[in-house]
């Protein structure tokens, strides 16, 4: 969804606290549906759309440990869906940034090849 087809864009952060009051198993999946919840009452949309990277961001810890909060970009086009993303970066510029800065992390790591070292009880004739 381009820009242009968005009539409205707001960014939430949604408390996520009702997804722990369920049992541990069901807390990832119940912590999605708390978020078309608060689509569904705050936008107001005929259909809502949660992108992959909230639903990753969701189940990152696993299906018990969802995170208390998060903070999404929720946008509604004309033909009244709303769809539910993470804000800032799309997902590719950011994996690309994140390549970037960890191939400058292992270009400076790189060892240097190590001199050899003598143990101190041997003598230059290889005898003890």
Known sequence: MSREESVLEREYTIPLRTAWKGTRTNRAE????????????????????????VNEAIWSRGIQKPPRKIRVLMKKDKDDIVTVSLPGLPAEEEKKQAKEEKGEANDKTEKEPEKEKKSPSTNQDGSK
């Open 30 to 53: 119940k912590a999605i549906r708390v978020i078309r919840q608060f689509a569904k009452r705050h936008m107001k949309p005929s259909e809502i759309k949660i992108e992959n990277e």
